[in-house]
């Protein structure tokens, strides 16, 4: 789409979002600049995927590429995975276990900090070529981002002005991630799903309470989550953050407000065959059986009764997306928990039955909305206000993304 | 074995999803995972079955609550090599080319891989006791509705 036309918000309301925000090149590419590479902090990958000094995963901040790394010291290091020479990938492995890095092109050699140490004939050979003397090594390194870790997860910011991540996240969305990782985590398998839509449209779904029970019609016959159940949905006070969570609440049970609305996803006589499935603990001893969690802009945790995941969103272009699942359960499970966390992850991911929807509907929008760039959505539910809410039934962590959204893009 | 992994597709590709079940034995295994978490030794799946009636239930939730537009499968089916026969039993490992059709005609490689079995003599006939869907690439475009 052509960018050279000026785009700006129909006003300052947050409750109506033009489409173009999600097809326009030029503003994609702002994004990146200013919200992944701004002062805002993306999850990278979790302490227990580096064991031992030395081990890496390489992974995107945006779309840059980074190598996150334990160092000798023990802490994790995050640096572009840019070769400071021509540009080059320095590693191209998922994930391993190195003393240092050296870049396949021309043998340019980096520490476990990403500093560049060694240079292929930096003295030429035979007294010939070779680097200019004053060439300085140190001053010629890929870009370093900032990390830090917080209950097991990984967080990298490229920006020096990013607030330190605990007030980042603020007191409210801290106890909240607390509250799932108490204990040391253990990775049960990792899952990349494609999704063809801007990766804005993935992160409104995720924070929007009101679709969860009504696209999902296995969450609603199984009463999973329904709106009619006690929960509600906490906002950051800055919008970008969010959790929602469900209450079990016996007097549900009796509800008719899905039936009375005619509405798909309650289906009275749907039974499971073998109902081990659903059949779950309560691991961390309160009433919340379901807690999705955001953190501006791309990262998500999840805890749906016993089944655990975090999803890195990672952008891919205005009409494309890639999310990165992470499935785990913790290091000291009973075999009984492994067990049912293997057949609750059914649940989620890209055939989950409370989660494929996701990776279409976003798809659904981009095609639907593919004509009408200044057009708008409309974000109403709950009234106009971004404030946490005791109900679902409202769009108010969407309104809040998009409140943090403006405030990084300047818009 | 032949004629199990042929039947197999065709009840899929044709639409016939109720039939699927009816190729395990009961207990059964059906996962599917990636070439890196098998490696890996991580055990999670994208779809895990330990039971027949897990198989049905993946079955009714893609009829009656599932959303996701219509699209088909066309499985190609390698041969299967023997890798070990203990008893009744017999392990087989068989690599599979899946191509999805979507409702627009769209045609895409969907999925490549191998099965890796353990397939057992039931009722006089052979059944998966274990079908481990190892695929190449752990990417999966947009959504995986049909079982592999």
Same mark, same amino acid.
């Given at each position: 789409?052509?960018?050279?036309?000026?785009?700006?918000?129909?006003?300052?309301?947050?409750?109506?979002?033009?489409?173009?925000?999600?097809?326009?090149?030029?503003?994609?590419?702002?994004?990146?600049?200013?919200?992944?590479?701004?002062?805002?902090?993306?999850?990278?990958?979790?302490?227990?995927?580096?064991?031992?000094?030395?081990?890496?995963?390489?992974?995107?901040?945006?779309?840059?590429?980074?190598?996150?790394?334990?160092?000798?010291?023990?802490?994790?290091?995050?640096?572009?995975?840019?070769?400071?020479?021509?540009?080059?990938?320095?590693?191209?492995?998922?994930?391993?276990?190195?003393?240092?890095?050296?870049?396949?092109?021309?043998?340019?050699?980096?520490?476990?900090?990403?500093?560049?140490?060694?240079?292929?004939?930096?003295?030429?050979?035979?007294?010939?070529?070779?680097?200019?003397?004053?060439?300085?090594?140190?001053?010629?390194?890929?870009?370093?981002?900032?990390?830090?870790?917080?209950?097991?997860?990984?967080?990298?910011?490229?920006?020096?002005?990013?607030?330190?991540?605990?007030?980042?996240?603020?007191?409210?969305?801290?106890?909240?991630?607390?509250?799932?990782?108490?204990?040391?985590?253990?990775?049960?398998?990792?899952?990349?799903?494609?999704?063809?839509?801007?990766?804005?449209?993935?992160?409104?779904?995720?924070?929007?309470?009101?679709?969860?029970?009504?696209?999902?019609?296995?969450?609603?016959?199984?009463?999973?989550?329904?709106?009619?159940?006690?929960?509600?949905?906490?906002?950051?006070?800055?919008?970008?953050?969010?959790?929602?969570?469900?209450?079990?609440?016996?007097?549900?049970?009796?509800?008719?407000?899905?039936?009375?609305?005619?509405?798909?996803?309650?289906?009275?006589?749907?039974?499971?065959?073998?109902?081990?499935?659903?059949?779950?603990?309560?691991?961390?001893?309160?009433?919340?059986?379901?807690?999705?969690?955001?953190?501006?802009?791309?990262?998500?945790?999840?805890?749906?009764?016993?089944?655990?995941?975090?999803?890195?969103?990672?952008?891919?272009?205005?009409?494309?997306?890639?999310?990165?699942?992470?499935?785990?359960?913790?290091?000291?499970?009973?075999?009984?928990?492994?067990?049912?966390?293997?057949?609750?992850?059914?649940?989620?991911?890209?055939?989950?039955?409370?989660?494929?929807?996701?990776?279409?509907?976003?798809?659904?929008?981009?095609?639907?909305?593919?004509?009408?760039?200044?057009?708008?959505?409309?974000?109403?539910?709950?009234?106009?206000?971004?404030?946490?809410?005791?109900?679902?039934?409202?769009?108010?962590?969407?309104?809040?993304?998009?409140?943090?959204?403006?405030?990084?893009?300047?818009? | 074995?032949?004629?199990?992994?042929?039947?197999?597709?065709?009840?899929?590709?044709?639409?016939?999803?109720?039939?699927?079940?009816?190729?395990?034995?009961?207990?059964?295994?059906?996962?599917?995972?990636?070439?890196?978490?098998?490696?890996?030794? #991580?055990?999670? %799946?994208? $779809?895990?079955?330990?039971?027949? !009636?897990?198989?049905? /239930?993946?079955?009714?939730?893609?009829?009656? *609550?599932?959303?996701?537009?219509?699209?088909?499968?066309?499985?190609?089916?390698?041969?299967?090599?023997?890798?070990?026969?203990?008893?009744?039993?017999?392990?087989?490992?068989?690599?599979?080319?899946?191509?999805?059709? #979507?409702?627009? %005609?769209? $045609?895409?490689?969907?999925?490549? !891989?191998?099965?890796? /079995?353990?397939?057992?003599?039931?009722?006089? *006939?052979?059944?998966?006791?274990?079908?481990?869907?190892?695929?190449?690439?752990?990417?999966?475009?947009?959504?995986?509705?049909?079982?592999?």
């Amino acid at each position: 789409m052509s960018s050279s036309e000026a785009r700006a918000w129909p006003d300052a309301t947050l409750t109506r979002v033009p489409y173009w925000l999600y097809q326009d090149e030029a503003n994609y590419r702002a994004e990146l600049r200013r919200i992944f590479e701004g002062p805002t902090w993306s999850f990278v990958c979790l302490e227990a995927d580096l064991p031992r000094a030395g081990d890496f995963r390489t992974t995107f901040v945006g779309e840059m590429p980074v190598i996150v790394v334990r160092a000798e010291d023990g802490g994790i290091r995050a640096f572009e995975n840019r070769c400071a020479h021509r540009g080059a990938l320095i590693s191209l492995d998922d994930q391993g276990s190195a003393k240092h890095f050296q870049c396949v092109y021309h043998a340019w050699t980096y520490d476990l900090e990403g500093t560049l140490t060694g240079i292929a004939f930096e003295k030429g050979s035979n007294g010939r070529g070779g680097m200019p003397a004053e060439f300085s090594k140190a001053a010629h390194s890929p870009r370093k981002l900032r990390t830090a870790t917080l209950h097991g997860l990984v967080f990298a910011s490229l920006c020096a002005d990013a607030p330190p991540l605990e007030t980042y996240l603020g007191d409210e969305i801290l106890g909240r991630v607390a509250r799932v990782l108490r204990r040391p985590i253990r990775v049960l398998g990792r899952f990349v799903q494609v999704l063809p839509n801007n990766w804005k449209l993935y992160v409104e779904n995720v924070k929007d309470t009101y679709h969860a029970s009504l696209l999902h019609a296995f969450f609603g016959t199984f009463r999973i989550t329904r709106l009619t159940q006690g929960g509600g949905v906490l906002v950051s006070p800055d919008g970008g953050h969010h959790a929602s969570y469900t209450i079990d609440r016996a007097d549900d049970r009796a509800s008719t407000a899905y039936r009375d609305q005619g509405i798909r996803s309650e289906r009275q006589d749907y039974r499971l065959a073998d109902p081990r499935l659903l059949e779950s603990v309560n691991e961390l001893g309160d009433d919340i059986r379901l807690q999705i969690l955001t953190v501006f802009p791309g990262f998500v945790l999840q805890q749906i009764q016993n089944c655990l995941a975090v999803r890195q969103v990672l952008p891919k272009g205005p009409d494309s997306m890639e999310l990165h699942w992470t499935y785990f359960g913790f290091a000291d499970d009973t075999p009984e928990m492994h067990a049912r966390r293997l057949r609750q992850l059914n649940l989620v991911g890209p055939a989950g039955y409370v989660s494929m929807e996701d990776g279409c509907v976003g798809g659904f929008v981009r095609r639907g909305a593919a004509a009408a760039p200044d057009e708008v959505s409309v974000v109403n539910m709950g009234g106009a206000g971004t404030e946490s809410m005791e109900t679902r039934a409202t769009e108010a962590s969407v309104r809040g993304f998009w409140k943090a959204y403006r405030r990084y893009m300047g818009q | 074995m032949a004629k199990l992994n042929a039947d197999y597709a065709r009840a899929i590709d044709d639409d016939r999803l109720e039939d699927w079940p009816g190729f395990f034995a009961e207990p059964c295994l059906y996962t599917i995972t990636s070439a890196d978490n098998h490696r890996q030794g #991580m055990p999670a %799946g994208l $779809m895990y079955a330990d039971s027949r !009636g897990m198989l049905q /239930d993946r079955v009714a939730a893609l009829r009656e *609550a599932n959303i996701y537009e219509r699209q088909t499968y066309r499985h190609l089916i390698g041969l299967p090599a023997i890798l070990d026969e203990k008893g009744t039993s017999v392990r087989t490992e068989t690599p599979f080319l899946v191509v999805r059709i #979507m409702r627009d %005609g769209r $045609m895409d490689l969907f999925a490549t !891989g191998r099965y890796l /079995d353990v397939l057992v003599e039931e009722a006089g *006939a052979l059944r998966f006791r274990e079908r481990v869907v190892v695929c190449d690439g752990g990417r999966i475009d947009t959504l995986l509705a049909l079982p592999l």
